[in-house]
């Protein structure tokens, strides 16, 4: 994942996660406790308002005297319930609440002693109960006996629920306002970086020479020093250019003298103009490379690759005017490619002048925008003929500086080699392969985009 927004989002999201399971866990466990001791709480207070009431009956038992015929033990099935038994003895008296729904309230207690424990009522339903054991004396006479008390689980088990509920929609819309407003602080914090990439993707199409100049402090250095190196290898490639172009200037003439020192009668003037022609164009041809070495620099302007394309149609229907044969252009007129204007009229004319040389009837030229590449081949350029083409076994050759498919023809074998060389420097490549119409395919990759 490349996003830095989208590593500090998940990683957010996942300690928030963690946060709020861990939270909900101790909180969940927090209240079944306060739960749990408000129920113990609510028996206690019956089993001491029950021993507070109970007195003897006509039959000498020891019963408890419900002051309200409404209350929650005097009602069947209400989820409350208490009973007394004597020790060694059977359950003398029930609750009104417990008539057929509980009949075993537990073991008897010994005086002092209470237990709490859970039980189970004829309907299946769970109960807490708490039983404690006292000594009642009669006529100087202790009895022991044992009070129970019993409170249906389901209301606390309600509560319960009610509170996950509302734990789990609480968090739920805590952790999503968080994550939001985290959102909105990156966009905002991380504005700057995005701004900074646009603006370098930006000049890598062409469209800006340099960075803005205010940033945030931490990005001030960072961005200084690229403007710095951008300015730097701009001046250093006009500075070749300039030296490139004295040299060639230079070299012209004692080229020329050499060439006309040995007149059409002279011994051997077919060799020597012969090299010399080939050391006028190994010299061009390593000028233009040298001059292409930075070829594929950040910050360039694009160029309208359809009227180089016409200029060039134009100049090769002249220059073979002795055969007959079409010169389709199939180019947007949006197309641009990034980069040096004599760069592209120098690879394009070398393709289409040898895609003219060995044709029979048909030349095209077609070019288009390929995505899911690199910035270096995202213009494509293809030179098709219906000429005889190139063997599989000579494409690699025929690439290579001074070699040619056919020895026999003029040439000195370097215009492929050159834009093989000048596609490289801008990242871009040159590759041969067969045309549909018969002949060969060349294509050729560079820097571009639509206007």
């Not at 409170?151 to 996950?164: C, G, H, K, V, Y």
């Not at 940033?215 to 961005?223: M, T």
Request: charged residues 25%.
């Amino acid at each position: 994942m490349r996003s830095v927004s989208q590593r500090l989002l998940i990683s957010v999201t996942v300690l928030l996660l963690l946060f709020f399971g861990v939270m909900a866990e101790v909180l969940d466990a927090r209240f079944r406790v306060v739960a749990e001791n408000s129920l113990r709480e609510l028996l206690d207070a019956q089993l001491r308002a029950l021993v507070a009431s109970a007195e003897p009956d006509d039959e000498g038992h020891i019963v408890p005297r419900l002051p309200d015929a409404e209350s929650r033990l005097a009602t069947p099935g209400s989820g409350l319930y208490a009973a007394v038994s004597e020790n060694g003895g059977t359950t003398f008296w029930r609750s009104p609440s417990a008539t057929g729904s509980l009949q075993e309230f537990g073991p008897p207690q010994e005086p002092g002693a209470r237990e709490f424990r859970y039980l189970t009522d004829s309907r299946g339903a769970r109960l807490a109960a708490e039983s404690r054991g006292i000594s009642w004396e009669e006529n100087g006479q202790p009895r022991e006996l044992t009070f129970t008390v019993a409170a249906d689980l389901q209301p606390m088990t309600n509560q319960i629920s009610e509170f996950r509920r509302g734990l789990v929609k609480g968090f739920s819309v805590l952790a999503v306002s968080l994550l939001a407003a985290l959102a909105l602080l990156l966009r905002w914090a991380l504005a700057p970086l995005r701004r900074l990439a646009w603006q370098i993707q930006s000049m890598e199409r062409g469209e800006r020479d340099s960075l803005d100049e205010r940033w945030p402090s931490e990005l001030d250095g960072v961005v200084a020093n690229l403007n710095t190196l951008l300015t730097s290898e701009r001046t250093r490639i006009e500075r070749y250019r300039d030296t490139l172009g004295n040299l060639a200037h230079s070299l012209k003439t004692p080229l020329a003298v050499l060439r006309a020192s040995f007149g059409a009668g002279a011994p051997g003037a077919a060799q020597v103009n012969e090299q010399v022609d080939r050391m006028t164009a190994i010299v061009e041809h390593q000028l233009r490379r040298a001059v292409t070495s930075g070829g594929a620099s950040v910050g360039r302007r694009a160029v309208d690759v359809l009227p180089i394309a016409q200029d060039l149609r134009g100049a090769l229907l002249k220059a073979h005017a002795q055969k007959d044969f079409s010169l389709e252009l199939s180019v947007p007129a949006d197309m641009q490619f990034v980069g040096d204007r004599d760069d592209l009229l120098e690879a394009l004319g070398n393709l289409m002048d040898n895609a003219c040389k060995w044709c029979r009837s048909k030349v095209r030229v077609t070019a288009l925008l390929q995505s899911g590449v690199g910035a270096g081949q995202k213009l494509r350029v293809v030179v098709d003929d219906d000429g005889p083409g190139v063997p599989e076994a000579d494409r690699d050759r025929v690439l290579q500086r001074g070699a040619r498919a056919d020895e026999a023809t003029p040439g000195h074998g370097l215009g492929l080699a050159m834009v093989r060389d000048m596609a490289e420097m801008y990242g871009g490549a040159l590759s041969l392969a067969d045309s549909p119409l018969g002949g060969a395919r060349l294509e050729l990759r560079l820097p571009g985009r639509l206007r």
